[in-house]
């Protein structure tokens, strides 16, 4: 269900090398949830870093809402950095095991994989 490597990477240089990676790959970075830091900005303790990165291709992501316009909640993919245990990690759920839990569509479970091909590209780019 998931998929994470670990980097020897810095988690900055990570999270920079994962957004390169994201348009090297034909996707775009539509948002990045800093989510370290605003746990902290609101006061709460949070020793680790977590940058979640909300990516997409647009022809994919029309595929998807054309064949079943609820997807649209599953959408866009996310792949996050973060650190814990004093490693930095790069991770995401499965494009096609979410949208097998979704969907029994044929057509899905390929864009999933095609997806899932390329987000996997992106990991190892930047790990």
């Known amino acids: 269900m998931y998929y994470t490597v670990e980097s020897k990477k810095s988690f900055e240089q990570a ?10 790959n034909g996707f775009g970075v539509l948002h990045v949830h800093d989510i ?11 020793a680790n ?4 990165f909300e990516v ?3 022809l994919q992501a029309s595929k ?3 064949e079943d316009m609820r997807l649209n909640m599953a959408l866009p993919c996310r792949i996050s950095v973060y ?7 790069i991770g995401m759920i499965r494009p ?4 097998a839990s979704l969907s029994q569509s044929p ?3 390929e864009i999933a994989r095609e997806v899932e091909l390329k987000t996997t590209q992106m990991i190892d780019e930047a790990k």
């Open 83 to 89: 650190t814990e245990g004093g490693k930095t990690l």
């Open 15 to 24: 999270a920079a090398d994962l957004e390169a990676a994201v348009k090297r």
């Open 96 to 99: 096609a095991a979410i949208l």
């Open 107 to 109: 057509a899905l479970a």
């Open 36 to 46: 370290g830091n605003t746990l902290r900005g609101k006061g709460v303790e949070f």
């Open 56 to 58: 997409c291709n647009p």
């Open 49 to 52: 870093q977590c940058r979640v």
């Open 64 to 66: 998807v809402m054309a």
